[in-house]
């Protein structure tokens, strides 16, 4: 299967589009329906003007000729960490992903970004960002902002409001009262709520309180077990252990650190998917969620990259990568074995439940984390929904239509229709047929503007 990778249209030259442009003889997938269609797509000034069958293409339009070949909207990764804009941006891009979703990295840095891209200065993915992960701890990196008392959580509110931020990133390790104030105080100043949930609030109640996503199906399992309340509390207590400690200014602490969270992340993160009853819990814990509105990022390739045999994509851009960079994204394989442990095979059954009741789902893959490389881990994300039940169809409209919705864009992107900025990617196979072809990429289009090879 040919690489889509960074490697094609990293160094692609990008041109404004000063004229109209006609993409002819497509096959157009427009995330409206599942039945793809022949049609002319007319773009001018970066937004689509027409899409049809017996559309006028004006005379001084260039002409892509997409015979042979499929057009979806762009791709949305929405679960990304994004800090370097020259290594990360051509990455996503070169995938077909025109839009992200950041939870967490640097707010004045993309600010600044979002300004450029939205002006045409800059080629990268439109995206709403949290800015910073609100967290209990001392922060571990620039990334993360401690928040120990209500108080502190309400005021911290107020100013990524101001600041410009779109959403409150929330962290498993904040005590429960500061969570609940930073719930409460977000309501109050309209800005939703995305993240994580502390060990000590349920999933159900996460949702009561308004939590617009809940990434990670981890986040879920104590929720659907018998045990849940009690690995709950077992887990506060190695979050108590080092609350107060601040060793930004001592690094000899981060030794007590690690040993402590430990323990805490097994009981928090790993051992409720032993416990979770998915049969009887589940379908409780579902139903919930789509009653409240509450959207769940499952992040499979963290956990179920295993399923997936071919890792030749990842080899090619891990070789080319800086060391440190290369690091952050190695990839291990499990042998077949391994990829029906048990807590696999929950994260399994908790997603069908999920699918079962209808509840809302974001595509995202985490990238840098080990097991998914930024651009490339958005499609093992799109492979591993429809492993677990989703139609190829049903993947892609999550990647594009249903991001677009979350994000409050849907009046501009996530379909291909009159109207709509002109991010598309055109692809040498249908990936209704399967869901790999969404990496055989022969163009990006972002806002009109075609990138070549």
């Avoid at 005379?59 to 979806?72: H, M, R, V």
């Avoid at 969620?289 to 071919?310: F, H, N």
Wanted: aromatic fraction near 4%.
């Amino acid at each position: 299967m040919r690489i889509a990778a960074a490697l094609l249209l990293a160094a692609s030259a990008v041109t404004a589009q000063t004229k109209p442009l006609a993409i002819i003889n497509g096959q157009v997938i427009d995330m409206r329906s599942e039945q793809p269609y022949r049609a002319t797509i007319i773009v001018r000034a970066g937004r689509i003007e027409q899409v049809s069958t017996t559309a006028r293409i004006p005379n001084d339009a260039d002409t892509l000729d997409a015979s042979g070949a499929w057009i979806i909207p762009g791709l949305w990764d929405m679960h990304a960490h994004i800090w370097s804009r020259t290594l990360l941006f051509p990455m996503y891009i070169a995938h077909g992903i025109t839009g992200v979703r950041d939870m967490g990295s640097s707010l004045p840095l993309w600010l600044a970004w979002r300004d450029s891209v939205s002006r045409g200065l800059v080629d990268g993915p439109h995206a709403i960002v949290s800015g910073v992960i609100v967290d209990g701890l001392s922060p571990f990196n620039s990334m993360y902002v401690q928040v120990k008392t209500p108080d502190e959580g309400r005021a911290l509110v107020r100013d990524l409001k101001a600041r410009g931020a779109d959403f409150i990133k929330v962290y498993d390790r904040l005590s429960v009262d500061a969570y609940k104030s930073i719930m409460t105080a977000a309501k109050e100043a309209r800005i939703p709520v995305a993240g994580h949930i502390p060990p000590g609030v349920s999933a159900l109640e996460a949702s009561r309180l308004g939590q617009h996503s809940i990434e990670h199906l981890t986040s879920l399992a104590a929720s659907c077990s018998d045990s849940g309340a009690a690995l709950g509390r077992a887990a506060e207590v190695g979050l108590d252990s080092v609350r107060d400690l601040d060793f930004s200014k001592d690094s000899t602490l981060r030794g007590r650190v690690g040993a402590a969270l430990g323990p805490y992340y097994e009981r928090a993160r790993s051992l409720p998917l032993d416990a979770c009853d998915v049969a009887r819990g589940m379908p409780v814990v579902a139903r919930a969620l789509r009653a409240g509105d509450t959207w769940i990022t499952p992040t499979l390739v963290l956990g179920l990259s295993g399923l997936l045999e071919d890792t030749s994509v990842e080899d090619s851009l891990r070789a080319r990568l800086p060391v440190w960079a290369a690091g952050m994204t190695r990839v291990s394989v499990p042998n077949a074995i391994s990829t029906q442990t048990r807590r696999q095979q929950q994260m399994l059954a908790m997603m069908r439940e999920l699918k079962r009741a209808g509840v809302r789902m974001l595509i995202g893959s985490d990238a840098p984390n080990p097991g998914s490389v930024p651009g490339i881990g958005l499609h093992r994300e799109l492979e591993l929904f429809v492993r677990v039940g989703y139609t190829a169809y049903e993947a892609l409209r999550i990647a594009t239509r249903d991001a677009a919705e979350f994000a409050g864009m849907l009046d501009s992107l996530g379909t291909i229709e009159p109207g709509r900025l002109a991010d598309l990617v055109v692809l040498d196979a249908n990936p209704l047929e399967d869901i790999r072809n969404a990496r055989r990429i022969r163009a990006v289009l972002l806002q009109g503007r075609r990138l070549r090879p």
